[in-house]
């Protein structure tokens, strides 16, 4: 018989589908074609298929690219700063400090480190929320890896917006950037309802429904927000305002949802919308424990997010797993609950569907694009390798990645990043830090 031809094939690894069965296939193969998952089963594939480039995974554990389903990558250099226990740290120093610091050039920059860090962590896909998000379009690509760049929209002037709420114009001139663009897409980000206008949430809301694009939005994350909310009138939780007001539906990311109850989960279900859970960045940042266990008592996507990497410090969505777990078994006092292969899949095909692309990634399925990544096993802190759902959740860290492959292009091949050169990346943060360092140390001293 005559093999068929094809682009990429995967060997010998134990492939976690995460479709609806949730079946492993050990010994596993995978086909790809033409950016997208052709066919996957046993050894028995490979009598059927032959290509150029095959991958040995050697007995690795091969999942479906992780989803960061909420971020402020560009922060990335920003991180390690503010850290002495700063009482109000989002007003008294992020906010002056990327007043003072962010341009074109640093965003572009800090993205091109962002996406190569994640891409080296085994992230495919990050839904982010930013500044100038047409440079980190081109960073994104430049690296490889796919996004949902959300434009953010906030009642004061910010880098790429002289008057307060430009960032809707912005998006409006930015729009036809994203037009024919397979691995970026335009999002709109209204910052939180505490900090944007009644009006001005339901103007990004018409923008976003008029082109068909997801709004990512912080909601709920603090306990008095409800509160701060000067158009809350009847002070009814943030969920009920967001309701009243007509905001909420299928297009709407809602990142955090800390502070939610049953009757709002049952709002946000009926509306379609989604929720990005960022337990790490909320443990550090004190700002409150998700009912994420109660959540997912409802048909709500989930996705994991670090959250801005000043918050998290890191893009390691391993340890955002660990977390995810953790945090919920500790709050309900229940050790049962969160089941590692439940987690691993809120990674994938929870963000995938958070970000409304469940359709296209998020599970190893015939049809699926090609968002793989292989995992070692043969390093000591994964060995032994019992139940690989476990093992991903409690064991791995990014440097047991090997390869990662994003659109059926590999961009990480045995842990070297082959779309750009590392080492100029690190000039460039180096020359950043030192133009950084002394402006963040002064603002530490005004705290
Ligand atoms: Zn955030």
Redesign the pocket.
Known sequence: MNKKEVDIIIKNGQVLTINSRMEIIENGVLIIQNKTIVDLGSEDLLEKYTAEKVIDAQEGIVIPGMVNS?C?LPMIAFRGLGEEGIEDRLMGYFIPLEKEMLSRKLIYDATIHGAIDMAMSGVTTYAD?YYHVDEMAKATKKIGLRALLGQTVVGFPVVDASEAYGGLDYAKQILTDFKDEELVSLAIAPHAPYTVSKDKLLAAKEFADQHKLIIHI?VAEFEDEKNQIKENTEKVSVIKYLNNIGFLGENVLL??CNYVDDEDFKIIESSGAKIAH?PM?NAKGATGTARIVEAMQYDIPIGIGT??LM?SNVVDLFKVMTYTTTIQRIRKMDRTIMTPEKVVRMATLGGANALGMGEKIGSLEKGKLADIVIIETQSMNMIPNYDPYATLVFQANPHNVETTIVNGKIIVENRKLLTHDIRENKKIMDEWFHIIKPFGNSLAKKN
Do not use: P, R, S
Request: no cysteine.
């Open positions: 909420h402020h929320m912080h990142a955090h960022n960045a959250d801005g918050g």
